[in-house]
């Protein structure tokens, strides 16, 4: 590909070209031949060269055999009944557990669907204030972390299934032997503690034995909001109401797609750009990223900058606008008249126009100086209070990771540390900084124990494992983002003999071999009788007794005001006193027993300053994988198969470059480059991302597994595809003086963005909010719909319901939650990554993303599309079917009846949408028993050979019907969600009765943005979009790229 | 060139052809037939069971509502086989050393579940619901066949989907008062010929159209 030909193509096509992939913009012969084919390089598989003869000898041989497989008899079935019956169970009716999955020690809010005692479905907790119905990716996808057949199965010493008991009483005796020591040579590891039971523990534990330290460690957390954040005491950590902003500037932060918070930031995000009948108004995005983000994808203007220059933008914002910035790095000298003059002096007078409506946030990956700045501007423009609200953190006994890990490292090393526990599946052998060598310095520990999900790494190198109990498997509790003290309860008894990690802390309490129910319930019975929280039931009235207060916060699944917004306390590290006698007076302070607690490490390195690091060379920049973050999801197949947003490569890391860089250095896609940094080299496959920064490359964590499990270990030839490899502790998120180099070896990368493309016919519709107020016709001009009496079908009628739904992409930030839930919901199996490189993956719901710009331009707008089927009403799929196994129902859904379908793939050959998916081979898998109750029971799971698509989840919809048929009324408007509806953080996708004049579908189909896709070829669709709506700068919009030239 | 077969054997010719078509006959007709037989559908076949429990006995003889047992018959797709604690309500106190009731009392002793073998068993891609045919007039004979009268269970109706949309083509017929749902004994008053129509109107039951997609029960 060269750019002269994207460039001459570009000048030769009217109107706006979206494009979905570097490929396609320069219409390349190898994406012509891709696109032609129906499924990539399948089509042609049983094309052999003896022709005919052998073709009709294989049909006769598949008829004869499809034949004889219709013959076999059903197998008897059992039917088990319960021996006692649990109360409120309804034998074929799922319950539904409020619960939390901690996601780095932050709850995030769930209520869980079970079916007869397997949990099956996560949705959000739509009570709680940080969750309100939605659920993040990666909550979604627990489910399956839940099942996995690879989870550590057993205690082992040494490698030697060993019972719970005589791992308590090895824990005893070492206990013992350090107490004489006051547990000087003791220490625990974990991730960040938000749960208040959990912190008590600890504290009881380092009361014990006052010379023992508790270090923290989480490969992903910011060390640089927290060092901030630290700095300014108690109230440190912000939260963001987005729902007051009407500008917002991101300092390198992708605060839509990561982070405790970014459920709730997506939707009051989206529900402040929602352009309805009744709100006109939208706000604004402007993104300075160092790296293209979901975030900047969104973003009315962005700006690519490498990261080390990030901080002095931010000084120069500052200066702007009036903030007292704090010494620091001289920012780059700028004259006004340059781009980044430019857009400061545009930024800040918008910023300033909006004073106390505004919004600066600096990125996680950003140091501690860059976190201060914007809480200077924020507090000059009088957001503070409004937009942003700082408070106490929510992780007990903050402190800083890398050094307290390089503490860690440093006892080992010098030999003092002799009991080492690590909690939590941390995996510090993969993940901690590789100047550290904490593998080498962990063989110097005299009895290390690890506890975990997996026998990953680090595992195998620890004398004792303990395998850990699934957040669906064990009590406990922990704080959302907001501060809400949030419960975990279990769904399930332990799969595989699983402790929590508070169950193993206990065993150095004088009260060893605690139950996680009894630690919990004790905490809770004691702070209720006094302690820092206000407990107050939802009408603020105090709870009668303890047991009316519990049972309100197990169904609720959140213990109401303990939010910091309402006056909820840091998570305290000490010990609550005991219950009270019946009738003694409770003590009057409460922290009456507090014992000594050893201080966390204070922060001893200085905060990091963007001129770490040599100079010269590239930049490097590190970021967590968007599917399977640092590695903790490695062997998620759901997490591994989802296409990673804007590039849609599945399976595997990618070094992201600018295409002019890779121009210059000869690299194409799937290049495997080598990156020389301070001494330390990894391998990586390239990826050429439009809108990167060109002296950057950014590099991604999670990948080169070597002890994952069976889907998350790294093929031999990908070991060294691991950024971890690249990670030093002075540089942990970026640095300068990566150098690469072309290895000359390709790697096959399985990236969805080139299948199923609709050639060019513009499935996007843009516009500019002025333009849309001007004109609101101007997204339906944007195409063509021919007059419904084209067609010589006659129309179908709807007496009772017409299901449709609409997605607003102007909302949509593409997460892809709704791919996850999809699967979750409708038992769709993964393929792996050979099979999605020939475009057979079974996603019912893709989401597209369309680039606008060119390649060389750094301020390439993305679009994302969501695309379940279109439930057309002139469905070209229905016609072509030789069975009928595709039909229309009577409320409008384009039926799939798989017991039916044999395979012909006409149906998916006619589809202009391709949104339906085949199974070419049994991708189900049907032998691995543990996945046996993962699979929802209202839907089929299907077999090789059948076509399959997207419902509008018709089981939801048929229980829903039966449900209001029973009580004679008529389904509600919101009763019925789709399981993608359900989840979306910005609440994108609407489903409803079309009939119904008044439900929510209605009304959005009614609105002038409202378009269908391909409405040319009359398939009249059933899902339509909602236009994306821009609000761009007038200061900073080019003149040449208004958005439509008709 | 002369011919190479005589004139005579046009018949053999003639007779193998009417033969083919007898003979393809006949094994269509045999698998239909083998199809649509209990050796395939299961229909009229008595069932082994982990103990030999009478409907007959408890519904005939007793007198107790289905709805006893089958608890979850109005909420739920599944009509609910009953747990053992069930039957150890009556068991505990009547019959408490019959040999028969051995497995009931090991169940409930042991706390391991009786383990019944399905006599209606739909294949796993049809999802019937219980509830909705109850709340709509769909007495429990209508499907079940005189249950009272049954001392072993098994099927009655041949449940090929031929039979189910028969039904869902025009429920009329099949319609009962609500209160009669379950009335084994209950039969269609020769006096009201309207009554099915009636039904359909009064409990609002949906047409055709919709009970006849494909989505109603396949998902």
């Not at chain 1, 919004?359 to 942003?388: E, K, M």
């Not at chain 1, 050094?403 to 490292?409: E, G, P």
């Not at chain 1, 901690?432 to 110097?444: C, G, H, N, Q, T």
């Not at chain 1, 019907?961 to 910005?986: F, N, Y």
Request: with cysteine; hydrophobic share 35%; glycine share 8%.
């Amino acid at each position: 590909m060269n750019s002269t030909s994207i460039k001459s193509r570009l000048a030769g096509s009217h109107g706006r070209v979206y494009w979905r992939s570097l490929g396609e913009l320069a219409d390349t012969p190898e994406f012509r031949e891709y696109l032609h084919r129906e499924f990539p390089e399948q089509a042609s598989e049983w094309n052999d060269p003896k022709g005919r003869r052998q073709f009709l000898k294989l049909m006769s041989a598949s008829l004869a055999l499809a034949g004889v497989g219709a013959c076999t008899k059903q197998p008897t079935e059992e039917i088990v009944p319960y021996v006692r019956q649990p109360e409120d169970l309804v034998p074929g009716r799922p319950l539904f557990f409020a619960s939390a999955i901690p996601f780095s020690g932050v709850a995030h809010p769930v209520l869980v669907e079970s079916h007869m005692g397997h949990p099956t479905k996560i949705e959000g907790n739509p009570e709680h204030q940080a969750s309100l119905g939605a659920t993040d990716t990666f909550t979604q996808a627990a489910i399956l972390g839940l099942y996995d057949p690879d989870r550590a199965g057993a205690i082992t010493n040494r490698g030697e299934i060993k019972p719970w008991g005589l791992f308590l009483s090895a824990m005893l005796s070492a206990g013992s032997q350090q107490k004489g020591r006051q547990g000087g040579g003791l220490r625990f590891l974990s991730g960040p503690i938000t749960s208040p039971s959990m912190a008590e523990v600890m504290a009881s534990v380092l009361a014990a034995f006052p010379q023992a330290k508790w270090h923290q460690y989480d490969p992903m957390s910011s060390d640089g909001a927290r060092a901030a954040a630290l700095a300014e005491g108690a109230v440190g950590d912000p939260i963001y109401h987005f729902d007051k902003a009407d500008v917002v500037v991101t300092l390198d932060a992708d605060f839509l797609t990561c982070g405790p918070g970014s459920v709730r930031y997506q939707k009051d995000f989206a529900t402040q750009r929602r352009i309805t009948e009744e709100r006109k108004e939208m706000s604004r995005l402007y993104a300075i990223e160092s790296t293209p983000t979901l975030t900047g994808a969104k973003a009315d203007h962005r700006l690519a900058m490498k990261a080390s220059e990030i901080e002095g933008f931010g000084r120069q914002l500052a200066g702007a606008v009036g903030a007292p910035a704090p010494a620091g790095p001289s920012a780059r000298a700028t004259d006004p008249a340059s781009v980044i003059g430019k857009w400061v002096a545009a930024i800040s007078k918008d910023l300033q126009a909006h004073r106390g409506r505004s919004l600066v946030i600096a990125g996680d990956y950003q140091p501690a100086s860059v976190h201060t700045l914007a809480r200077s501007i924020n507090q000059a423009l009088g957001n503070v209070g409004s937009t942003v609200t700082y408070g106490p953190s929510v992780e007990a006994g903050p402190t800083d990771h890398a050094a307290s890990l390089a503490d860690l490292v440093r006892a080992m090393d010098a030999g003092q540390v002799e009991v080492l526990v690590m909690l939590g599946g941390l995996n510090p052998v993969y993940s901690a900084p590789v100047d550290l060598k904490f593998a080498d310095k962990l063989k110097k520990v005299n009895l290390s124990v690890y506890h975990g999900l997996y026998v990953d790494e680090t595992a195998f190198l620890c004398h004792w494992n303990v395998p850990d109990a699934h957040p669906l498997e064990s009590w406990g509790d922990a704080r959302s983002f907001d501060g809400t003290v949030t419960i975990t309860q279990p769904l399930i008894a332990p799969l595989y003999d699983g402790h929590s990690a508070v169950e193993v802390l206990t065993t150095f309490t004088s009260q060893p071999d605690r139950r996680g129910n009894a630690i919990l319930k004790d905490h809770w019975t004691r702070a209720f009788a006094g302690g820092p929280w206000t407990i107050r039931s939802a009408d603020g009235q105090p709870f009668k007794n303890f047991d009316a207060f519990w049972r309100r916060a197990l169904h609720d699944g959140f213990i109401r005001g303990t939010a910091i917004a309402d006056g909820g306390p840091a998570t305290p590290l000490s010990v609550m006193p005991a219950v009270p006698a019946a009738g003694a007076p409770a003590p009057t302070t409460q922290q009456a027993a507090t014992p000594p607690v050893t201080p966390p490490p204070a922060t001893t390195t200085p905060p990091q300053s963007a001129a770490a690091g040599a100079q010269g060379g590239l930049e490097l920049i590190f970021r967590p994988d968007p599917t399977v973050w640092d590695g903790r999801f490695s062997n998620n197949g759901w997490l591994q198969e989802l296409p990673k947003p804007l590039t849609k490569v599945t399976w595997d890391a990618t070094a992201w470059v600018n295409p002019q860089l890779a121009r210059e250095r000869g690299l194409e896609d799937g290049d495997v480059i080598e990156l020389r940094y301070r001494g330390n080299t990894a391998r990586m496959p390239i990826f050429r991302v439009p809108g990167h920064p060109q002296q950057s490359v950014t590099v991604f964590f999670g990948y080169g597994r070597q002890k994952a499990g069976n889907v998350g270990n790294a093929p031999k030839n990908a070991e060294a595809f691991n950024a971890f490899l690249l990670r030093t502790s002075d540089a942990p998120w970026f640095g300068n003086g990566l150098e690469i180099a072309k290895t000359g070896e390709r790697y096959p990368l399985a990236a969805t963005q080139e299948h199923h493309v609709m050639e060019g016919r513009a499935p996007v519709r843009v516009a500019t909010l002025e333009e849309y107020r001007k004109d609101p016709k101007i997204i339906e001009e944007q195409g063509e719909t021919p007059p419904r009496t084209l067609t010589m079908y006659p129309e179908y009628k709807y007496e009772g319901y017409k299901w449709g739904m609409a997605i607003d992409i102007g909302s949509c930030t593409g997460c892809s939650a709704c791919t996850i839930a999809c699967v979750a919901e409708n038992n769709i199996p993964i393929v792996g990554k050979e099979e999605v490189a020939m475009g057979r993956e079974m996603h019912w719901i893709r989401v597209d993303h369309y680039f606008a710009g060119t390649e060389d331009d750094n301020t390439v707008e993305a679009y994302h599309q969501p695309v379940p089927c279109m439930q057309c009403e002139n469905a070209p799929c229905e016609l072509v079917c030789p069975v009928a196994a595709t039909t229309h129902s009577s409320e409008g859904l384009n039926d799939m009846v798989y017991n039916r379908c044999v395979g012909t793939r006409y149906c998916s050959n006619n589809c202009p949408y391709k949104v339906r998916r085949f199974n070419f081979l049994l991708y189900q898998d049907w032998d691995t028993q543990s996945l046996y109750p993962m699979r929802n029971p209202d839907v089929s799971v299907r077999s090789r050979g059948v076509m399959e698509k997207c419902t509008y989840c018709v089981q939801r919809i048929n229980q829903a019907r039966i449900d209001a048929k029973r009580e004679d009324r008529a389904i509600r408007d919101g009763e019925v969600l789709t399981a993608c509806q359900q989840v979306c953080p910005s609440d994108a996708i609407v489903f409803g009765n079309l009939n119904d004049p008044n439900s929510q579908v209605s009304k959005l189909k009614l609105q002038e943005r409202n378009y269908g896709v391909l409405e040319t070829l009359n398939t009249r669709p059933r899902t339509t979009y909602l236009a994306v709506l821009r609000n761009p700068n007038p200061e900073l919009e080019p003149a040449s790229r208004s958005t439509t030239e008709h | 060139m002369s011919q190479i077969f005589h004139r005579t054997t046009n018949i053999y010719s003639r007779l193998s052809i009417l033969a083919a078509i007898v003979l393809a006959a006949t094994l269509g007709g045999g698998v239909a037939l083998l199809h649509l037989s209990g050796y395939n559908t299961n229909q009229n076949m008595y069932v082994e069971q982990p103990l030999q429990f009478s409907h007959a006995h408890h519904v005939g003889g007793e007198g107790i509502d289905c709805r006893y047992c089958h608890t979850s018959v109005e909420e739920s797709a599944f009509a609910n086989i009953p747990p053992t604690k069930t039957c150890m309500n009556c068991h505990s106190q009547l019959w408490t050393n019959a040999p028969i009731l051995e497995p009931v009392r090991a169940s409930f002793r042991d706390n391991k579940p009786l383990r019944w073998t399905r006599v209606h068993d739909l294949p796993d891609f049809v999802y019937f619901n219980h509830s909705i045919h109850v709340r709509k007039g769909v007495g429990c004979a209508t499907c079940h066949g005189r249950v009272d009268k049954m001392p072993l269970m098994y099927q009655q109706a041949n449940l090929q989907m031929n039979w189910c949309v028969n039904c869902h083509r025009n429920p009329a017929p099949n319609l009962r008062p609500r209160d009669q749902v379950y009335n084994m004994a209950w039969e269609r008053p020769a006096n009201d010929p309207g009554l099915g129509e009636r039904l359909l109107k009064e409990y609002n039951i949906a047409g055709p159209g919709q009970l006849t997609s494909c989505s109603t029960c396949h998902r």
